[in-house]
């Protein structure tokens, strides 16, 4: 069993192959989810000198207890449930809660209520069914805030949704109008 500070820098590593660059570490993910086999993220991770005694157990044991639920085993395949960057990983498109949240920090208020909610460096903008998982993401960047994403405003403006798994759900972009703040600190909402 990992110590919390070695189950968080695997995970770490982890993100890093499933997510932005499998490449870099001799790993090929399934175009169509994402996803390679168990075995074959074992070792490449293995390979790290830092990582050599990773087992399949520690694997496991980071997924299990991953706050956000980052990644997900499906029989002997495993993949990384959203946030790719290197390749855009296809999802079936779904139909939402009337609400999901999005966590994000002052610094970028201004430019979401102007342009809306865009994926910068990722493939697709992150919501989710609960405050829970937007304050966690949010809260890594800054000073919190909250924004209620109306999701049928969003849909009538053409956009799709998809359902990354546990709570998460996926969108190209969100019209600035379809975004409601939740100030932190006391403030009112916008």
Same mark, same amino acid.
């Given at each position: 069993?990992?110590?919390?500070?070695? +189950?968080?820098?695997?995970?770490?590593?982890? @993100?890093? =192959? !499933?997510?932005? @660059?499998? %490449?870099?570490?001799? &790993? &090929? !993910?399934?175009?169509?989810?994402?996803?390679?086999?168990? /075995? @074959?993220? *074992?070792?490449?991770?293995?390979?790290?000198?830092?990582? #050599?005694?990773?087992?399949?157990?520690?694997?496991?044991?980071?997924?299990?207890?991953?706050?956000?639920?980052?990644?997900? =085993?499906?029989?002997? /395949? =495993?993949? #990384? /449930?959203? %946030?790719?960057?290197?390749?855009? &990983?296809?999802?079936?498109?779904?139909?939402?809660?009337? =609400? !999901?949240?999005?966590?994000?920090?002052?610094?970028?208020?201004?430019?979401? !209520?102007?342009?809306?909610?865009?994926?910068?460096?990722?493939?697709?903008?992150?919501?989710?069914?609960?405050?829970?998982?937007? @304050?966690? #993401? %949010?809260?890594?960047?800054? +000073? *919190?805030? *909250?924004?209620?994403?109306?999701?049928?405003?969003?849909?009538?403006?053409?956009?799709?949704?998809?359902? #990354?798994?546990?709570?998460?759900?996926?969108?190209?972009?969100?019209?600035? +109008?379809?975004?409601?703040?939740? *100030?932190?600190?006391?403030?009112?909402?916008?």
């Amino acid at each position: 069993m990992l110590i919390k500070a070695m +189950e968080e820098s695997l995970s770490k590593l982890m @993100t890093k =192959i !499933l997510r932005h @660059t499998p %490449g870099e570490f001799g &790993v &090929v !993910l399934e175009p169509e989810d994402g996803s390679c086999s168990i /075995r @074959t993220l *074992l070792e490449a991770i293995q390979a790290q000198p830092k990582w #050599a005694s990773i087992s399949m157990d520690d694997i496991e044991q980071v997924v299990r207890n991953s706050e956000k639920q980052r990644f997900a =085993i499906e029989g002997e /395949r =495993i993949r #990384a /449930r959203y %946030g790719h960057s290197h390749e855009r &990983v296809q999802y079936p498109a779904g139909e939402p809660p009337a =609400i !999901l949240y999005h966590g994000t920090n002052k610094k970028a208020l201004a430019s979401i !209520l102007m342009e809306g909610l865009n994926p910068i460096h990722r493939q697709y903008v992150h919501l989710s069914e609960s405050t829970n998982f937007a @304050t966690l #993401a %949010g809260s890594r960047r800054g +000073e *919190l805030v *909250l924004l209620k994403i109306d999701t049928l405003h969003v849909k009538r403006s053409g956009i799709e949704f998809y359902f #990354a798994g546990n709570e998460v759900w996926l969108a190209d972009r969100v019209p600035p +109008e379809c975004c409601l703040v939740i *100030l932190s600190n006391d403030e009112e909402e916008h």
